[in-house]
């Protein structure tokens, strides 16, 4: 076997090989891209629902911050209510008393 036979093969064998290096390198280039055009929306995307749960709770906050300020006139309310409710029945109770005692003199 000649220098050119045992060279012949490699001869061959070195641009397939070259020609695979290119394919893996613009292949492995192309996949870079797609993943970052992927993260870009995924990121779009997750800034756009980080907006949206933003306006939705900022909404609920406000009617539960609502909804609390009326229990708390309602119980404002109450309490004067039943404070005016209690006024009555000492009232009545002092009245009975009375009342009462006038009967039980009577009877005496």
């Given at each position: 076997?000649?220098?050119?036979?045992?060279?012949?093969?490699?001869?061959?064998?070195?641009?397939?090989?070259?020609?695979?290096?290119?394919?893996?390198?613009?292949?492995?280039?192309?996949?870079?891209?797609?993943?970052?055009?992927?993260?870009?929306?995924?990121?779009?995307?997750?800034?756009?629902?980080?907006?949206?749960?933003?306006?939705?709770?900022?909404?609920?906050?406000?009617?539960?911050?609502?909804t609390?300020?009326?229990?708390?006139?309602?119980?404002?309310?109450?309490?004067?209510?039943?404070?005016?409710?209690?006024?009555?029945?000492?009232?009545?109770?002092?009245a009975?008393?009375?009342?009462?005692?006038?009967?039980?003199?009577?009877?005496?």
């Amino acid at each position: 076997m000649t220098a050119w036979e045992s060279i012949l093969p490699l001869l061959v064998q070195v641009p397939l090989v070259g020609v695979f290096i290119a394919f893996v390198l613009v292949r492995d280039g192309r996949e870079q891209a797609s993943q970052a055009a992927r993260e870009i929306r995924a990121d779009a995307a997750q800034t756009k629902r980080d907006a949206e749960w933003q306006a939705f709770l900022k909404e609920q906050r406000e009617a539960n911050n609502g909804t609390l300020l009326r229990i708390a006139d309602e119980m404002a309310e109450m309490s004067k209510l039943t404070t005016v409710t209690n006024a009555l029945l000492v009232q009545h109770d002092s009245a009975t008393r009375e009342m009462a005692g006038r009967i039980l003199a009577k009877v005496e």
